[in-house]
């Protein structure tokens, strides 16, 4: 990069303008264009989707060379007319005919140009009618504007114009060739947590890659609404802007995990991989009776609480075991629940599935590895300590042991295919 073109970037920047090389390059030419003694108007007909920093672009170069700005935003069915008169309101107020009417937009940038250097920008020209392309283009190329009798001609100061476009329809192809098109892309992920002041694994990020229409301009409303909120993450906040089904996630404080995971960045201050026991109530007791008859060889420790004599405690260390139990045991009914550890074996393919997301640190303490398996919709904790891996499960959550396992869809095939008996022959009973 010459050193011309990192000036220019570095002037953009301080000013809060994040302009790639190439755009910052496009930008050196248009300043030294307007430098020129020519009558002619430089001009960067700026494409791209709305929020993509376009009009962010002109407001930043006018500040950059210190030029009196001209705005007009163009709006649906606009005219020539509205570009060379204006309505006075103060006139009309007063109900003085005679100064009702002022200069319009270009008259105004021609007068300004005979004091000092002018940006006018024409905001959303898609949005006036076509004829308006035209009427342009002899104030572009010869820095004049005609009102009736009257002639109006560029000071010896330079008007850079900016025409900004959200390709509502097309601009007339002979504007386009006196101007120098400019496709203001999106900025990169990183470039876009950047000018926003986010660190590389804010959940942000995430719903860049997910969103392609969420624009710098809806970020930072976003984050000016949790400042306002005194939170880091308000999802009801966010839908303001995108559709949350798009992401794919159950929660918005998943996703800065999983950045902060992906990342190795997120510290863990979990206690110890404490084994589940589960509370098992007199109500159920039925169930725990046959759960010791039939299953006992899941090596089960069953112990009861002197204080609470209708309740009986179940050591419950494996999946495996888990599983066994809730055969014989409701984990529905709200006081026999589960939350804890358990362990559950995992192949050296499964440990470096897609489906987990292993931090990029372990725990000081005692080593252990952590991370996040995804299943469907839903996210488990896990973790890895001296060769056996682990699953926090709560059965507080609905379907959670039948989620983690994958079960739900092999128990509906099931039940297709044990609903209807065969013959030897192999013709169903039921014909």
């Not at 850079?160 to 386009?176: H, M, Q, V």
């Not at 206690?271 to 725990?288: A, F, K, V």
Request: net charge negative.
């Amino acid at each position: 990069m010459s050193e011309k073109i990192q000036e220019t970037q570095s002037r953009l920047k301080e000013l809060g303008y994040f302009a790639s090389e190439d755009l910052a390059k496009i930008v050196l030419l248009f300043e030294a264009a307007g430098k020129r003694d020519k009558k002619s108007i430089p001009t960067l007909l700026l494409q791209g989707k709305s929020g993509a920093g376009k009009t962010f672009l002109a407001e930043t170069f006018s500040q950059m060379i210190g030029a009196d700005e001209k705005f007009v935003q163009c709006f649906p069915r606009m005219g020539t007319e509205n570009f060379q008169y204006d309505v006075n309101i103060e006139g009309v107020m007063k109900q003085d005919a005679d100064s009702s009417i002022k200069a319009g937009i270009l008259l105004q940038a021609l007068q300004q140009s005979q004091e000092s250097p002018v940006v006018l920008v024409i905001d959303e020209l898609d949005k006036a009618r076509p004829e308006v392309d035209s009427f342009l283009l002899d104030f572009l190329e010869n820095g004049r504007l005609t009102t009736g009798t009257d002639t109006y001609e560029k000071g010896k100061f330079p008007i850079y114009t900016f025409i900004t476009s959200n390709d509502k329809r097309e601009i007339d192809e002979a504007l386009i060739n006196r101007s120098k098109r400019v496709e203001v892309p999106r900025p990169s992920k990183d470039l876009f947590l950047e000018i926003l002041g986010l660190s590389e694994n804010h959940y942000l990020g995430y719903i860049y890659d997910k969103c392609p229409n969420f624009s710098i301009r809806q970020a930072r409303q976003y984050i000016e609404d949790l400042e306002v909120l005194g939170t880091e993450i308000d999802e009801e906040a966010l839908s303001q802007y995108i559709n949350l089904d798009e992401l794919d996630v159950m929660s918005l404080a998943d996703l800065q995990r999983i950045s902060e995971m992906e990342n190795g960045d997120l510290e863990f201050e979990l206690p110890d991989l404490e084994r589940c026991y589960i509370t098992i109530t007199s109500n159920n007791q039925e169930g725990l009776v046959k759960l010791f008859q039939d299953g006992n060889k899941g090596n089960f420790r069953l112990y009861s609480d002197d204080n609470e004599q209708d309740r009986m405690y179940v050591d419950i260390d494996t999946i495996e075991q888990l599983q066994m139990a809730s055969q014989y045991i409701d984990f529905d009914d709200y006081y026999n629940r589960y939350k804890g550890w358990f362990e559950y074996s995992l192949s050296d393919e499964e440990i470096q599935a897609d489906s987990i997301i292993w931090a990029g640190n372990k725990s000081k303490k005692d080593g252990t590895r952590f991370g996040i398996k995804i299943e469907g919709d839903k996210m488990f904790r896990i973790a890895m300590n001296k060769g056996n891996t682990f699953v926090y499960l709560d059965s507080a959550s609905p379907n959670t042991l039948e989620s983690f396992l994958g079960q739900q869809k092999d128990e509906i095939e099931q039940e297709y295919d044990t609903d209807t008996e065969y013959g030897d022959d192999g013709r169903d009973y039921d014909d």
